[in-house]
């Protein structure tokens, strides 16, 4: 099973949106809706940020987002903050009732 | 609030062999599964596999079957992560991850540094 596919990087200045992007198949992303988000700081554990494609969990600010369009999932952050700054994965349910994650983005607030 | 206390940073050499663990909560332990997941230093996430605590039936990831072995002492509501004779590309960040739904972590440990060099 391949990783999804993510951008390495992406950056934003505070204040606006970003959109991180996943590709998988239609095997993993595009076959289901069990999509997940995570946020990772540097030297911490990651922390979940969406399950289920856009469903926040309790806790998790309005300025995330997600959603998913044919193979590719994408998450959403507006008003970026400092804060923000961090690794980000995501990840899907397979067919083969595994799970796979995405290589990780690196959002630099500029 | 959900905890998964995992054990400290190891340091060994090849071929040792190596069982970290993973204690969580006592009321919710057999009630969700456990996975383990790898980063590599510098490196994304990897899905290594899950485990029921309640009947310690186990899926592995492909790329770890054979290598390690999962296990649990629901006596003690812990989770092993197990290998028998580490290699150097062991070397990595190894988190254990309370799976909630289909897919997703709510919870995670604060990670076991293993390190294996000669």
């Known amino acids: 099973q391949s990783a999804l596919t993510q951008p390495a990087s992406v950056s934003g200045s505070p204040g606006q949106s970003i959109t991180i992007s996943c590709t998988g198949t239609s095997s993993d992303v595009g076959g289901y809706i069990y999509v997940s988000w995570y946020q990772q700081h540097p030297g911490k554990a990651p922390k979940l940020l969406m399950r289920d494609v856009s469903n926040r969990p309790s806790g998790v600010s309005s300025r995330f987002s997600g959603s998913k369009s044919g193979n590719t999932a994408s998450l959403t952050i507006s008003g970026l903050q400092a804060e923000d700054e961090a690794d980000y994965y995501c990840s899907s349910y397979t067919s083969s009732s595994t799970v796979v994650f995405g290589g990780g983005t690196k959002l630099t607030v500029l | 609030e959900v905890q998964l206390v995992q054990s400290g940073a190891e340091v060994k050499k090849p071929g040792q062999s190596l069982r970290i663990s993973c204690k969580g909560s006592?009321?919710?332990?057999?009630?969700?599964?456990i996975s383990w997941v790898r980063q590599m230093p510098g490196k994304g996430l990897e899905w290594m596999g899950n485990?029921?605590?309640?009947?310690?039936?186990?899926k592995y990831s492909p790329s770890f079957q054979g290598h390690v072995t999962f296990s649990v002492d629901k006596s003690i509501t812990t989770a092993y992560l197990q290998w028998s004779s580490l290699k150097a590309s062991d070397t990595a960040m190894y988190y254990c991850?309370?799976?909630?739904?289909?897919?997703?972590?709510?919870?995670w440990g604060q990670g076991s540094l293993v390190s294996v060099s000669s």
């Open positions: 485990i029921d605590p309640s009947d310690s039936y186990t």
């Open positions: 991850a309370r799976l909630s739904g289909i897919n997703w972590f709510d919870s």
């Open positions: 006592a009321g919710s332990f057999t009630k969700y599964w």
